[in-house]
C-alpha cells in the first residue's frame, strides 16, 4: 500500500527545492538570509534533502533507565530512601560516596533484593575498601558501576586527589578488579557546566579518555575488555543534544580501534545546570523535560533528572519525587524507551551528528598533537578555550540573542528569593594553592541573578 502511495507523487529534487526557495527570497541572498552558523562550527540549512544526504552508521542503543541519585551521608536513612524511591519508580541508583564506608555494603544487601542496578561515584580513592567492594559484589546478583576519575578531579579542583604517580597507580589498580568488569569512568559533566560549546565538550572528553586508554595500552596488560562509565550533562539545545550523544558513541568507538582492547561503553546523562535559574524556577522544569528528551532520544542508557529547585534548595522529597515523575511520563506515557533508534533516518539530526563527529575530531587531533589533555591543563590552554566560550554565551544573554525566560525575557519584577536560598546558588572562590588553574562550574545566569538579589536586599 505504501508503495502504491507514494507512486502517486512526483519526487522533487533538492535542486528543484532551491531554485522555489530562491524565487521566493525576491533577489536576497539564499545563504546570507536562511544559512544559520553556530559556535561549533556547523552551518544549519533551512532543509535536507535525500540528494545531498550522506548516510551514517550510528550505534544501535537499548532501553534506558530511570535513574535516581542519592548522596550517601545518613546511612540509616539513606536505607529508607533508597527503598522509597525504588519502590516509586527508580530503576536504577546512582549512589555519591564522599568517603569509604562498609555500611555501603549492607546497602548493597537492600538494593539487591530490589534488582537494581548500581553506580557508584567515589569522590575518594581508597584501594582497599575498593578490592573489599569488589569481593562483595560476588555475592550480589545486581551490576554495580564504580567511577573514581583522577583525571576529572584534576581539572575540577586543580590538584591531583593525592599526586599524579598515586592518582595514575590507583587507577591501574581500579581498572584490574575483575568482579567489577575493568570498569575505568569519564566525568565529562564538567566541561559542559563550565561553557564549553558541544566540539569542545567532545574534543575535550575524547582527549580525557584518551590519556586512560593510553596509559592502559602502555601497560600491557593481557585484558582484552574494559568497561566505560562516561557521564554528561545534556544542554536545552534540543536537536544538537541528541546529535552530541550519538556523535560521542561514533567517536569513542573510533578512537578505541586504534588500541588492542574493546571498550563497552555505558552513557549515564543528566541534564545541565548552566541554564537552570534562580528566579521563575518552575521554567528549569520545562528545561529538564527537553534536556532528559534529548539524552533518551540520543542513546544515553541511564538517565537521572535534576530537581527544579537543586540549585537553591537542599535535597527534599517533593522536587525529587517531581524529578522522577518527568522521567516516568516520558516512559511511561510518552512512550520515549518503545523504538531502539527513533531517530534513526531523519537527515537533520544524522548531518548535525556527523558534523560533531567531524569538528570534533579535528579539535581532538589538535589537542592531542599538543601533548594531549593533563599537558594542556597543565599549560591553562583548555581552560582559555572553555571560559571564552563561556563568555561569549554570557554576552548573548546579555544582548537578549540568547534567551531565557524569566531570567532575561518576560521577567516576574514581584519574584522574590532572598528567603528562599538553602544552598549558595553561585560560584564559591576559595583561596589555596593549586597546581593548575580549575575549570569552574558557572551558571549563565548567575551575574543577573546577583544584581537581583543585590536589589531585593537594598529594598528590605
Not at 533484593?113 to 548500581?118: E, L, R
Not at 568497561?227 to 569513542?252: M, P
Not at 528545561?287 to 541511564?302: F, H, K, N
Not at 554576552?395 to 516576574?412: A, H, I, P, R
Amino acid at each position: 500500500m505504501s508503495e502504491e502511495l507514494f507512486n502517486d507523487f512526483e519526487q522533487i529534487s533538492e535542486k528543484a527545492w532551491k531554485q522555489k526557495i530562491q524565487v521566493d527570497l525576491k533577489g536576497l541572498d539564499y545563504n546570507e538570509t536562511l544559512v544559520t552558523s553556530t559556535a561549533e562550527g556547523i552551518d544549519i540549512k533551512p532543509f535536507y534533502h535525500q540528494d545531498s544526504h550522506q548516510s551514517i552508521s550510528l550505534p544501535q542503543t537499548d532501553n534506558w533507565l530511570i535513574t535516581e541519585k542519592i548522596y550517601l551521608e545518613n546511612y540509616t536513612s539513606v536505607k529508607q530512601i533508597a527503598t522509597d524511591v525504588i519502590d516509586r519508580g527508580a530503576e536504577s541508583l546512582w549512589l555519591i560516596l564522599p568517603e569509604a564506608n562498609e555500611e555501603l555494603f549492607e546497602l548493597l544487601d537492600i538494593i539487591n533484593a530490589k534488582k537494581v542496578p548500581v553506580f557508584i561515584e567515589a569522590l575518594k580513592f581508597d584501594r582497599d575498601f575498593f578490592e573489599k567492594l569488589d569481593q562483595k559484589i560476588k555475592a550480589l546478583d545486581i551490576d554495580v558501576k564504580l567511577c573514581c576519575d583522577p583525571l576529572h578531579h584534576l581539572a575540577k579542583t586543580g590538584n591531583w586527589m593525592s599526586n599524579k604517580e598515586t592518582d595514575l597507580n590507583n587507577f591501574s589498580q581500579l581498572i584490574s578488579l575483575k568482579n567489577l568488569n575493568h570498569q575505568l569512568s569519564v566525568d565529562a559533566r564538567l566541561y559542559q557546566n563550565a561553557g564549553a560549546n558541544l566540539t569542545e565538550e567532545l574534543a575535550t572528553a575524547l582527549s580525557h579518555l584518551n590519556e586512560y586508554l593510553n596509559m592502559i595500552e602502555s601497560s600491557q596488560t593481557e585484558i582484552k575488555k574494559f568497561h566505560l562509565n562516561l557521564i554528561v550533562s545534556v544542554g536545552s539545545n534540543y536537536f544538537f543534544e541528541i546529535s552530541k550523544i550519538k556523535a560521542y558513541r561514533i567517536l569513542i568507538e573510533s578512537l578505541v580501534e586504534t588500541y588492542t582492547f574493546d571498550l563497552e561503553i555505558n552513557i549515564i546523562a543528566e541534564p545541565t545546570k548552566r541554564n537552570k535559574s534562580l528566579y521563575d524556577y518552575n521554567v528549569n522544569m520545562l528545561r529538564t523535560t527537553t534536556e532528559c528528551m534529548s539524552a533518551a532520544l540520543g542513546g544515553a542508557d541511564w538517565i537521572n533528572n535534576l530537581a527544579f529547585d537543586e540549585i537553591y534548595h537542599k535535597t527534599n522529597e517533593f522536587g525529587e519525587r517531581i524529578s522522577r515523575n518527568q522521567l516516568l511520563i516520558l516512559k511511561n506515557e510518552s512512550y520515549f524507551d518503545k523504538v531502539s533508534n527513533p531517530t534513526d533516518g531523519s537527515y537533520y539530526i544524522e548531518n548535525l551528528t556527523q558534523q560533531l563527529s567531524e569538528n570534533a575530531l579535528e579539535l581532538f587531533k589538535k589537542i592531542e598533537k599538543n601533548e594531549g589533555f593533563i599537558d594542556q591543563l597543565f599549560k591553562g590552554q583548555l581552560q582559555k578555550m572553555i571560559k571564552t566560550s563561556a563568555e561569549i554565551e554570557v554576552s548573548k544573554l546579555e544582548n537578549q540573542d540568547f534567551v531565557m525566560v524569566g531570567t532575561n525575557k518576560y521577567e516576574n519584577k514581584e519574584d522574590k528569593m532572598t528567603h528562599e536560598l538553602e544552598l549558595y546558588p553561585f560560584l564559591k572562590k576559595k583561596s589555596r594553592k593549586t597546581l593548575l588553574e580549575p575549570i569552574m562550574e558557572t551558571r549563565i545566569a548567575s551575574k543577573i541573578e546577583q544584581e537581583r538579589l543585590a536589589q531585593e536586599k537594598s529594598n528590605l
